[in-house]
């Protein structure tokens, strides 16, 4: 690309100006820009190893896991209390909780499942090596979720916020259905009896069931609750879960994630790179324009 003078017996000046078409590099350029964010957007939405799938290989993903942690929690009432209130006021506190319990996600790396209304579901990431840890980190969230409601309670005195949390673990079936808003859903007996826990649980408590107890109980204290009629399963011994025990190993760190973000690492780089060459495009383009005005 450039502007040459044409040397001739004229007493004219002449310009060659040589052009080179950029149209094709800007449309393959903003291309890959769209498709980075598309695949930034999937990633927000599914785990990160179900979204490669899905991208992969458009095959039915269905999965069986033996088994993996689950917490629901829900804001005691709060159906009730948004009778009163305007759209704009009840959007914003569930945004600012939900919020916090999403940085919780992360602190211990946790699956978010989905939010249905006012009730929050997380997961460990389900596989087949979910662990103690992982049990570990999903009933410190529980303690977490519950401090967050306090503390939101605290900065916002014309409010008396609980969460009620609850929390089992065993196997599970996950997959994707539908065509539209893909979710990575999870059901089972296992999900079931998690949901259950949450609704027959009191304010301000975390109900677990005794395959939490055993899996994490010499960690945390809980105490028994007793015999309780728990639908679809009949009368079984339940527990809360008061906190971690004093003089145990301390609360567990975030590890190093299994599913290691290179991948969005990668994105997000590249997503920047896009965006610097398109600038370069359009800023070159500019220049040649310019140069053009300037010679005529």
Sequence with gaps: VGVNEVLHTGNEQLFAVFFHDLTGQRRAAKLQLEKAKAELLLLN????????????????????????????????????MTSNMCPVEVVTILNKLFSMFDVLVDKYDLNKVKTIGDCYMVTSHPDSDTNEVEIKHICCMGIDMIKAVALYNSDHPGYNLSLRVGINTGPVVAGVVGTKRFLYDLWGDAVNLASRMES?????????????????????????????????????????????????????????????????????????????????????????????????
């Design 45 to 80: 939405m599914l785990p990160e190893d179900i979204a490669f799938r899905l991208k992969e290989d458009k095959k039915q993903i269905a999965d069986h896991f033996p088994n993996c942690a689950i917490l629901f929690a829900d804001i005691v009432g709060f159906t009730a």
């Design 200 to 296: 027959t649980g009191q304010p301000g408590k975390i109900h677990v069931t005794r395959a939490v107890i055993d899996h994490v109980g010499a960690d945390f204290t809980y105490e028994s609750r007793g015999i309780t009629h728990i639908k679809g399963k009949g009368a079984m011994e339940t527990f809360f879960l008061l906190g971690q025990r004093e003089g145990a190993s301390p609360r567990p760190l975030t590890r190093v994630p299994r599913r290691v973000m290179r991948r969005r690492s990668q994105l997000v780089e590249s997503l920047q790179t896009l965006k610097s060459s398109r600038n370069i495009l359009d800023t070159k383009i500019n220049e040649i324009e310019s140069q053009v005005n300037d010679k005529i």
